[in-house]
């Protein structure tokens, strides 16, 4: 459990570099971009993820994770913000996210926490957030690569799992 922490830290910040890399590419225009009404926009999905982490991470330990000042619904609602005013929630949330996780030792891994009143040892609390986080922001890459017209990829490029293989295989250990 002791590497446990360090590992996470390093999981959070390869899902928000992920988020940041499609939120950056998306242009200011795109932002509001829906599929149709059911679908969220960028907007939605970085307004809801900042909200999450605020309300899940904010005296993480010593209160319910759903905290009664979040409105989850507005979150969904279609507002008008700057790219530039979204990335500032965008990072709002993730500081509030890794300054808590910062506060953690493994010892309390075991401790008990509670989300909307259901309790969860703080291990699964964090592998429950990492994995909703990690679900929102392959949407705002999905979105981001449907939405421009020339995509990088963000991991391994199509038809270049060799060439990656080969480049990592030839790395020493």
Known sequence: MNGYLENI??????YKSLGDKALIRC?????????NEDSNSMITLVLHMSGNMLSRWTDFLTTDGEKPWRN??????NVNLSKSELIQKWEEGWKVLFEALATLHPTDLQRTVYIRNESHTVLEAINRQLAHYSYHVG???????????EW???SIARNKSQDFN????????
Request: net charge negative; no cysteine.
């Open 9 to 14: 830290v390093t999981l959070f910040k390869y």
């Open 27 to 35: 242009e200011e225009e795109k932002i509001v971009f829906q599929f």
């Open 72 to 77: 989850r619904d507005a979150e969904f609602e």
């Open 139 to 149: 949407q705002m890459v999905f979105l981001s690569k449907a939405i421009l017209q």
């Open 152 to 154: 990088e990829s963000l």
């Open 166 to 173: 080969k480049e990592k295989f030839n790395q020493g250990k």
